[in-house]
Nanobody, 115 residues
């Protein structure tokens, strides 16, 4: 099991940046599948970015070149650096870990981008 706590969300103007953090309650060294998802009001939860234990990353087309996912095993934390934010990036952002084929979600952090 693992508990996940996201932080770093907030209100930012278009073109600005935010860095989200997802802190885990246990070591993440051996966890292969970690990612960020987002859900806008009235919409489904969508994949934003994923990272493997080896550091391989994958991004949704809508955020490629603007967002960067990374992991710090020493701090048991996964990050999402978000640059050049757009109003359409407004959503609740969730981190998800997959451990032994089971999904673990954080509580989410709100990101609001004003135009």
């Amino acid at each position: 099991q693992v508990q996940l706590v996201e932080s770093g969300g907030g209100l930012v103007q278009a073109g600005g940046s935010l860095r989200l953090s997802c802190a885990a309650s246990r070591s993440i060294f051996s966890i292969n599948a970690m990612g960020w998802y987002r859900q806008a009001p009235g919409k489904q939860r969508d994949l934003v970015a994923t990272i493997t234990r080896g550091g391989s990353t994958n991004y949704a087309d809508s955020v490629k070149g603007r967002f960067t996912i990374s992991r710090d095993n020493a701090k048991n934390t996964v990050y999402l650096q978000m640059n050049s934010l757009k109003p359409e990036d407004t959503a609740v952002y969730y981190c998800k870990f997959v451990i032994n084929w089971r999904d673990y979600w954080g509580q989410g952090t709100q990101v609001t981008v004003s135009s």
